[in-house]
């Protein structure tokens, strides 16, 4: 049998969804009974996550996610429906009661963790073997101290095609956990090969110390010169980040966000233990919103090339949406900051760290040197470009500070660029208008749900089926006076939502927002939406009325439009 009920209400209520999400977002808006903050889940400016503490729920007005506490550390923790409840568990000192899942599929995650870790462990082993000879040299080379091998764990995977597999095979782990795990891959025989081969090995680490993937840096002239473990159900790359695991311990007040692993290492080497790297990925909004939670400020040394340069620009933007305060740092006489604290020092990174651009001066000197401001077509140029940087800042202080410097670097009036970055902010508003426009004339778009495999083949009943369900929730006493079933709605969607529901009044247990959102596990997010339309209980049983007698009314319409669709092309047949 599946999970009880019961235990899944006494899991709501010994972890409060305000508590939880408070371990995440910092909520210090208050409206009515909600506390509102930063969205987690997508990039915002202005609060739009709300949190009911009477109903245990949570809803995002900007990008639609929503759902009760086991859904958020679903989406947040990028976690499983059990692992999840798991996790909440033994946040509350709780015992997870026996269900009926396969013993493979239950013990999936737990098992890949231990496989990791064994593997960590191996490739560790290595190094200090002949096997390990190449990969030992190259930590020398590169001036990592024992000390630091120690701290990141690093390992040497062979050059051979089946180490690791023997290793784990001897452990009794199966060549389909090893697969599975990205750590082999299969070959056209069928057979199974070692994914990482003649590689310096990088464990990657989560926040709570599990081995959840590698980064492995090739030891010759082979390509790729990194190779990073494929997303597992442990592991996603766009949601991690290598070394967040030491850096989140720092005292220094912020994360320095490098390209590479070595980079890493070579930072925290020299005292800088903040230093972090995405995962052979540009920089993502997930991973910002996971900086997010543990500083406010991020400073960006990528490399010194174009390549970084443009990647830094990207990040930029991404850092602004999530609300971190970002700084660049510009490295001249090194490609990357790894070679700049071997040839500077230690010293002379820290001052280059305390002379950081803001992202605003790095944008605006980005673009600068774009142009020839020798000449009237470059300076015209330049100031085309530079206004649509000021325009994008939504502080108007900063817009008036910087248009002084934009017009010093182009030798006109701080008024002119002034008028300039108001027609470009004019610009702006006005394509945003005609966005939202064209969106709202289209009255489909309004009734059907955003999610596309939600969308109603009959938008009207669908909107009835709405309010149904809405009632039901508000007052589960009215279940027992109507004649409703599963096949009383057109949208799968919400036929299964009056399932649950349903499932629950039979067998005596509360029927809340919460309780149906969690039943509902990842795929609450609609159903908490029309949970915060407004609907008083003494209301429910006319909405409930009036939603079932436009159900009927919008299905009738439909089967009767579909049987004069089919008389008439019966008709054309025979004439």
């Known amino acids: 049998m599946p999970l009880p009920d019961g235990f899944l209400d006494e899991l709501t209520a010994r972890n409060d969804i305000v508590d939880v999400v408070s371990d995440y977002v910092q909520l210090t808006k208050r409206s009515g009974s909600n506390m509102f903050g930063l969205c987690p889940f997508h990039s915002e400016k202005t609060p739009s996550f709300s949190v009911s503490q009477d109903r245990q729920s949570y809803h995002c007005f900007g990008c639609g996610k929503g759902g009760g506490v086991i859904s958020f550390i679903m989406e947040i923790e990028n976690l499983g429906f059990m692992d999840a409840v798991q996790f909440l568990a033994r946040r509350a000192g709780m015992e997870v009661p026996e269900y009926d899942t396969p013993r493979e599929l239950k013990n999936r995650r737990a098992r890949m963790l231990e496989l990791n870790r064994d593997a960590a ?25 024992p000390e630091m091998a120690k701290r990141f764990g690093l390992g040497c995977a062979p050059n051979e095609w089946s180490a690791l597999t023997d290793a784990m095979t001897k452990k009794g782990y199966t060549q389909y956990e090893l697969v599975d795990a990205g750590l082999c891959k299969r070959g056209k025989a069928g057979g199974v090969y070692d994914a990482f081969r003649n590689r310096l090995m990088f464990p990657v680490i989560d926040v709570r110390g599990s081995v959840i993937g590698f980064s492995g840096r090739i030891l010759d002239d082979g390509e790729p010169k990194y190779l990073n473990s494929p997303d597992t159900p442990v592991f996603s790359k766009s949601h991690n980040l290598f070394a967040l695991n030491l850096a989140k311990k720092s005292k220094m007040g912020m994360l320095i966000l490098v390209e590479g692993n070595i980079d890493v290492v070579s930072l925290h080497q020299a005292g800088f233990d903040c230093a972090v790297a995405s ?37 930029i933007g991404i850092f602004e949406n999530t609300g971190l305060q970002c700084r660049v740092l510009r490295m001249s006489g090194a490609k990357d900051p790894d070679e700049y604290i071997k040839k500077m020092g230690a010293e002379a990174f820290s001052l280059l760290l305390e002379r950081s651009e803001n992202h605003i001066e790095y944008r605006l000197l980005a673009v600068k040197s774009k142009y020839d401001l020798l000449t009237d077509d470059g300076r015209i140029a330049y100031l085309r470009e530079a206004t649509d940087v000021l325009a994008s800042l939504s502080n108007s202080a900063e817009r008036d500070v910087y248009s002084e410097k934009v017009a010093d670097a182009a030798s006109v009036s701080k008024d002119a660029v002034l008028n300039e970055v108001k027609r470009a902010l004019a610009r702006r508003i006005k394509e945003q208008r005609k966005r939202e426009e064209k969106k ?84 609450a997010d609609l159903f908490t939406k029309n949970m915060r339309e407004p609907m008083d209980v003494s209301s429910a049983a006319q909405s409930l009325a009036d939603s079932i007698k436009k159900m009927e009314t919008a299905q009738i319409k439909v089967n009767d439009d579909s049987a004069l669709l089919d008389y008439w092309n019966n008709k054309r047949k025979n004439l």
């Open 440 to 523: 709202n004339l289209r009255p489909e778009q309004i009734i059907q749900p955003e999610d596309k495999s939600k969308r109603y083949e009959n938008p009207k009943s669908g909107r009835a089926e709405e309010v149904a369900v809405r009632a039901l929730v508000r007052d589960p006493e009215l279940i027992k006076t109507v004649s409703l079933t599963a096949e009383s709605f057109t949208s799968p969607y919400w036929a299964k939502v009056f399932t649950l529901i349903k499932r629950r009044s039979d067998d005596n247990e509360s029927v809340t927002e919460s309780s149906i959102a969690n039943l509902l596990e990842d795929d």
């Open 279 to 315: 995962l052979g990925t540009s920089l993502t909004n997930e991973q910002a919103r996971l900086m997010s939670r543990y500083t406010d400020k991020v400073v960006i040394a990528y490399d010194n090339d174009g390549a970084g340069q443009k990647a830094a620009q990207r990040a």
């Open 121 to 145: 462990r191996f490739f560790y082993e290595t190094l200090k073997t002949p096997k390990g000879a190449d990969a030992v040299e190259y930590i020398k080379r590169r001036g990592i101290s």
